[in-house]
């Protein structure tokens, strides 16, 4: 986690931004929560244990930062909660997700299913893609087997 959060720091310095201790909390949590895809407010209540003194607005604020910065992706599953993503290490495009319409689950696809589409709306529409965001909403295998099991 220290080196990721170093990683972090150094995104913040290109850019003429501090590693604050606020930002630091926040970025702490993020990492301690990677594959729970928090909200604004899970993000300020689990800074609220540690950290008293931070308050909602600052991590409004410092997650915008972040998003704008591409340290980390803002994402909505279609309930109008924005929801935090951090940006996989190293990885050159955003990952795929799978929502679950039955339990809320959120699991995420680590590969890169859209190459050939983009390819091809590049090539049709004259349009430059940087990164796309994909979201799946069915019945995850968890609430199948136990519809089952029934």
Do not use: W
Request: proline share 1%; aromatic share 6%.
């Amino acid at each position: 986690m220290e080196q990721r959060m170093d990683n972090i720091k150094k995104q913040l310095h290109a850019h003429s931004y501090k590693l604050t201790p606020q930002r630091e909390a926040t970025v702490r949590v993020l990492l301690e929560n990677e594959e729970d895809h928090l909200s604004a407010e899970d993000v300020y209540l689990l800074l609220k244990e540690r950290s008293p003194e931070i308050g909602l607005a600052t991590v409004y604020r410092t997650l915008e930062l972040l998003s704008d910065l591409k340290i980390i992706h803002k994402i909505n599953f279609g309930d109008g909660v924005a929801r935090y993503d951090l940006n996989a290490e190293g990885a050159e495009r955003f990952h795929h997700h799978m929502v679950c319409i039955q339990c809320g689950s959120v699991d995420e696809i680590m590969e890169d299913l859209l190459g050939e589409v983009e390819k091809k709306v590049e090539r049709n529409f004259q349009f430059k893609i940087y990164d796309h965001q994909l979201t799946f909403h069915g019945v995850c295998h968890r609430c199948t087997e136990n519809t089952d099991k029934k």
